[in-house]
Nanobody
C-alpha cells in the first residue's frame, strides 16, 4: 500500500505558473510509475503526465511544452505547470502504479486558472 498527499494547488492568472507536489509513503520501493491526472467539472479524469522508474515520461498533448513532471526522489513527484490556461482548471490527482499493477490515488488538489 502507498499513501499519497498532494500540495501546491491554488488560484493563478492565465499565463502564470504553479508547482504541484505529491509525497508518497508506505511501500514506496514498489512504485513503478508516478503520474498526475486531472478532472474538470463535467469531464472524465484524464492523464496529464507520467514518469516511469526508468525516467521515461509521457504527456498529454494539451500540456506538452508547458508542463514538466519530475521525480525528485523515491517518494516525491512534482508537476511544474507554466503558461497556464483557463482550460487547465481542474482537480489534479496524484497516482502511482506499483510493480504488481495495483494503483493508489491522492485526494486531489484544486487548480484554478482565472483572471
Amino acid at each position: 500500500q502507498v499513501q499519497l498527499v498532494e500540495s501546491g494547488g491554488g488560484l493563478v492568472q492565465p499565463g502564470g505558473s504553479l508547482r504541484l507536489s505529491c509525497a508518497a509513503s508506505g511501500n514506496i520501493f514498489s512504485i513503478n510509475a508516478m503520474a498526475w491526472y486531472r478532472q474538470a467539472p463535467g469531464k472524465q479524469r484524464e492523464l496529464v503526465a507520467r514518469i516511469f522508474r526508468s525516467g521515461d515520461t509521457n504527456y498529454a498533448d494539451a500540456v506538452k511544452g508547458r508542463f514538466t513532471i519530475s521525480r525528485d526522489n523515491v517518494r516525491t513527484v512534482t508537476l511544474q505547470m507554466n503558461s497556464l490556461k483557463p482550460e487547465d482548471t481542474a482537480v489534479y490527482y496524484c497516482n502511482v502504479v506499483l510493480n504488481d499493477g495495483l494503483d493508489s490515488w491522492g485526494q486531489g488538489t484544486q487548480v484554478t486558472v482565472s483572471s
